[in-house]
């Protein structure tokens, strides 16, 4: 009881231990259901752009409930640009290598030649890993949306 | 200057309806949008890509053009919003 | 009368779309202030949106996600599942709507660091002087 009112006098103006447990606890859940929604979207609603939002609103929670000095900590914002850029470079790259290999821009099935699943199987496994790029590369995006956004530009304690 | 929004606005809108009753009815199979393009994708999509979500489909095989260019499109918007805003060099 | 009634409940998704769209236009270019000429614009976008989602409903279709065997078996009736190509075209408009509101929330915070206010008139003002 003591350790929880030093822990509450410790806290600033606008935060409350009730929602900064909340939101510890349920953070790794959000991450778990994004990373699920972007695997999952061949089966189920769902697929890169949904996952990503869910991924990015984990960390927007992060920087609502602490500060966003907390959210920048454990994800530093070069981490977040090398996602950013590695997602898109991850769908650009794919397309291009299906032209290298002897097929159209963007036709996966050419990419058979490298490992042998079959045209199809390559169709269907060229949609996961693009799905698992635009999934990257908006996660990025709207965190770094709302960082900026959040601290008019100043990256400090942000909302 | 408000009123005249306003008219404008209920002239836009009386157009629009006007326009709309051309439209087909909510829910017609037999309506235009229903009847060229999408038939294809839903009888050929499973068994030319092996993806039973429709929509997943559509958006990472026959349209990845389009998937492409809208990730170019985000990515844009970020560095638009950093390049804008940012004050301290970091 | 009792015509124009039955057109009305034959489209009324269409009616409601259209007041939607009037709401956010009137928005757009009525207000002053710059937020809600932005929030205009994304109701706007919303009507739009609703508008081709609800162009690929078919009565008594199901959701365009389908049996993978059975459909390798034995086919599908196309009349039965709704057309998936207005939603993924939304899909990616959703997304643009999305960047062109934060690069618009940007824009808008720069605004107000070098004007001090959001207000259209009072910038022009200042423009002017």
């Avoid at chain 3, 269409?14 to 710059?34: D, Q």
Wanted: aromatic share 10%.
């Amino acid at each position: 009881m003591k350790l929880l009112q030093e822990r509450t006098a410790k806290l600033k103006l606008g935060e409350s231990l009730i929602i900064q447990t909340a939101v510890r606890i349920m953070v790794p859940f959000i991450q778990l259901f994004g990373l699920y929604v972007i695997v999952h979207g061949h089966y189920s609603p769902g697929g890169g752009f949904q996952g990503g939002v869910i991924l990015g609103a984990s960390f927007v929670a992060l920087a609502l409930a602490f500060d966003q000095k907390f959210s920048m900590q454990l994800m530093s914002e070069r981490v977040n640009g090398v996602l950013g850029n590695l997602g898109a470079l991850i769908f650009v790259g794919t397309a291009v290598l299906c032209a290298l290999f002897g097929g159209l821009f963007l036709d996966y099935s050419a990419l058979d030649k490298l490992i042998p699943l079959g045209p199809i199987g390559w169709r269907s496994f060229g949609i996961f890993i693009i799905e698992v790029g635009v999934g990257l590369a908006v996660m990025s995006i709207m965190v770094s949306l709302f960082w900026d956004i959040g601290s008019n530009g100043e990256m400090d304690e942000g909302l | 200057m408000k009123a005249l929004a306003f008219v404008a606005t209920l002239v836009t809108g009386a157009i629009l309806l006007y326009g709309t009753m051309d439209f087909p009815a909510w829910g017609d199979p037999q309506a235009p949008a229903a009847t060229h393009l999408s038939n294809y994708y839903i009888e050929n999509a499973v068994a030319e890509t092996h993806v039973p979500n429709l929509v997943t489909a559509v958006l990472g095989d026959y349209r990845g053009y389009d998937t492409m260019f809208e990730t170019v499109v985000i990515y844009c918007a970020g560095l638009a919003v950093v390049s804008v805003l940012r004050r301290k060099k970091t | 009368m009792e015509q124009f009634l039955a057109l009305i409940i034959a489209k009324y998704n269409y009616w409601l779309y259209v007041v939607l769209m009037m709401i956010g236009f009137y928005a757009m270019i009525g207000k002053r202030n710059l937020v809600k000429k932005l929030i205009g614009m994304n109701i706007f976008q919303t009507a739009i949106i609703l508008l081709f989602v609800s162009a690929g409903v078919k009565h008594g279709g199901k959701i365009p996600i389908l049996d993978k065997y059975e459909v390798l078996k034995h086919g599908v009736d196309a009349t039965q599942i709704v057309n998936p190509l207005p939603h993924v075209l939304m899909l990616t408009a959703i997304v643009v709507s999305v960047s062109v509101t934060g690069v618009a929330l940007a824009v808008l915070l720069r605004i107000y660091r070098e004007y001090g206010t959001l207000e259209e008139d009072e910038i022009l003002e200042k423009l002017g002087k």
